[in-house]
């Protein structure tokens, strides 16, 4: 059996299949993200789950891929964790999110992005994954994420940017104040995490002019430094994954046109993409499939 993990910071999906490609179950854990996580909260979060527990000694191989595996100390120390529980798997495999993504959108060159808690974007040729920069995360990168969009949201508050009548919703949402806001983002951990929470006030209201206007602003702007940068991208369609993609579709349609792109797939559950891809391209075509 295959143990399947498409992990983020916030959240990580998890899928076993059996040798002939059915579903023993899916399950959810808290973000499993190893280069902001330490190892003791990593093994506690798996730990703690009873559907993965059950399965602890039942599972062949474990292919994780996720947000912060793209280093090789991160990943390694992930590897562990997961050996350590998975005691009868004959294979750990631990990959960046980024190759879940392209799994999950396409079998074809194409630029896939990561519209998630974090962003990123890469072409595929067909074969193999070219990045075009190095991603250096949410202080300075990851336009069009939830914490892009949390930051947004949080600046625009407290410079009284926000419309009054978003600016009371936004204050019976969360805590605001000043005290609160800045031990989460300098005293606690996964303060990327923290900020992507707010993110989701713009996706689960009614949309309006303002959450129109931010994040218009913030996929113009993904799109300037994270598509454009692949010459490839006026010859193959760009792909979008992650839940921040699926609800601003419009938007992305309307952020590429002026550059006379193709939009391909957009998937907002990488997982679902990712059990297709290892149905038809890897248990299918194992040896002495039962």
């Keep these: 059996m295959i143990l399947l993990t498409d992990g983020g910071s916030t959240k990580c999906d998890w899928i076993l299949l059996d040798n002939s490609g059915e579903i023993v179950f899916k399950t959810r854990t808290e973000g499993l993200n ?3 996580f330490e190892k003791s909260l990593l093994e506690e979060r798996i730990q703690k789950n009873p559907e993965l527990s059950s399965y602890f000694a039942k599972v062949d191989e474990v292919h994780f891929y996720g947000a912060g595996c793209g280093t090789k100390k991160p990943a ?3 590897k562990k964790v997961l050996e350590s529980f998975f005691i009868n798997a004959t294979k750990v495999i631990v990959k960046e999110d ?3 993504a392209v799994y999950a959108a396409t079998t074809e060159p194409g630029i896939v992005c990561i519209l998630g ?3 990123n974007s890469c072409y595929y040729d067909g074969d193999n994954i070219h990045m075009s920069v190095d991603s250096l995360g949410y202080i300075l990168m990851d336009e069009a994420s939830g914490n892009h969009f949390g930051k947004r949201l949080i600046r625009d508050y407290y410079y009284k940017r926000m419309p009054p009548e978003v600016a009371s919703d936004f204050e019976k949402r969360f805590d605001l104040s000043s005290d609160a806001i800045k031990e989460n983002l300098y005293k606690k951990d996964n303060p990327n995490t923290y900020l ?3 993110a989701e006030f713009i996706f689960t209201s009614e949309r309006n002019g303002y959450f129109y206007k931010i994040v218009t602003e913030g996929i113009q702007e993904f799109v300037e430094n994270r598509v454009l940068c692949f010459p490839e991208a006026q ?3 760009i792909h979008f994954i992650g839940s921040i993609a699926h609800f601003s579709e419009d938007i992305i349609r309307a952020a590429v046109w002026p550059y006379h792109l193709t939009v391909g797939n957009i998937v907002r559950r990488p997982i679902d993409g990712i059990i297709d891809y290892y149905r038809n ?3 299918k075509k194992k040896p ?3």
């Design 117 to 119: 808690t974090g962003s």
């Design 288 to 290: 002495n499939k039962v």
């Design 34 to 36: 190893p280069a902001v």
């Design 196 to 198: 992507a929470s707010f």
């Design 76 to 78: 390694a120390m992930l």
């Design 98 to 100: 980024m190759v879940a």
């Design 235 to 237: 010859n193959v369609p």
């Design 281 to 283: 391209e890897v248990i």
